[in-house]
């Protein structure tokens, strides 16, 4: 028997959360940090935007509502989040789904004006590879946008480390610095602090307490954004 590809533990792994139903949990979760990276964005209405790791495509929807003269497309190693995301998107002509990798973006070159990723680049095998890949498919011109909340100079989130699948713990920087050689320019990073409140009481797994919940809620997501040059 052949060994088990990184993608198809990330397949697997996520196949179980989507079966769990924690796709609609990072939803909720997820929203309050992306909200304002939206509002930076600015996303004119005929703009052509790819999730990348987009799980059960509840972005993809939210900016198919802000795109009404463009597209918006999901990607997603997991079958079973693509699988929801379509499910939950029926009759919804505006929205696409495909089951695909950062290392292999099913999409020609040039195709997007604006790539976004919530809390996905850490588990790409390659990172580095996956920012090449996303360079491919922007149009000259458009720009990526990577969300996270796992990354080093948070260090309220590396308790994580062994509960995830294989990770990279990177810091802002050298995120940045891998936008720029995948051929980003005017390459930022930026915190943006989650407002949720956080409750008196924490007996999740992912915190020790509730003191470190709130700070890391704190400390913020990271956000870092780059353009593709134009022609
Ligand atoms: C923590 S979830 C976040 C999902 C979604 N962005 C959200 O905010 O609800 C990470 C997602 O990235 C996807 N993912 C992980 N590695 C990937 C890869 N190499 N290529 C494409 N998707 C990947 C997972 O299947 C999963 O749906």
Redesign the pocket.
């Known amino acids: 028997m052949g060994e088990v590809t990184?993608?198809e533990k990330?397949?697997l792994?996520?196949?179980r959360?989507?079966e769990a139903g924690?796709?609609q949990g990072?939803?909720q979760?997820?929203l309050p940090i992306?909200l304002p990276m939206l509002e930076r964005m600015q996303l004119r209405p005929d703009e052509v935007v790819l999730?990348?790791?987009?799980?059960?495509g509840?972005?993809v929807r939210l900016i198919a509502r802000l795109v009404p003269e463009g597209r918006a497309a999901g990607?997603?190693?997991?079958d079973e989040?693509i699988r929801q995301a379509r499910e939950f998107s029926k009759g919804n002509e505006h929205v696409r789904f495909e089951v695909?990798?950062?290392?292999h973006l099913p999409f020609p070159d040039e195709t997007f004006t604006r790539i976004v990723?919530?809390?996905?680049?850490y588990?790409?095998?390659d990172p580095a590879n996956?920012l090449r890949e996303i360079a491919r498919v922007t149009a000259p011109g458009g720009s990526a946008w990577i969300l996270i909340n796992y990354y080093r100079d948070n260090p309220e989130c590396h308790q994580w480390t062994p509960l995830l699948?294989p990770t990279y713990l990177l810091s802002a920087e050298e995120w940045a610095e891998l936008f720029r050689q995948a051929g980003f320019t005017d390459v930022h990073h930026d915190r943006i602090p989650d407002p949720t409140p956080t409750p008196d009481e924490y007996s999740g797994r992912w915190f020790r307490d509730a003191e470190q919940l709130r700070r890391f809620r704190a400390e913020g997501a990271l956000l870092v954004y780059g353009t593709k040059p134009a022609a």
């Open positions: 990184r993608e990330l397949r792994e996520f196949n959360w989507a924690k796709g990072m939803e979760d997820h992306t999730d990348v790791g987009c799980g059960i509840w972005l990607v997603d190693v997991s989040m695909g990798t950062a290392d990723s919530i809390e996905s680049a588990y790409w095998p996956g699948p």
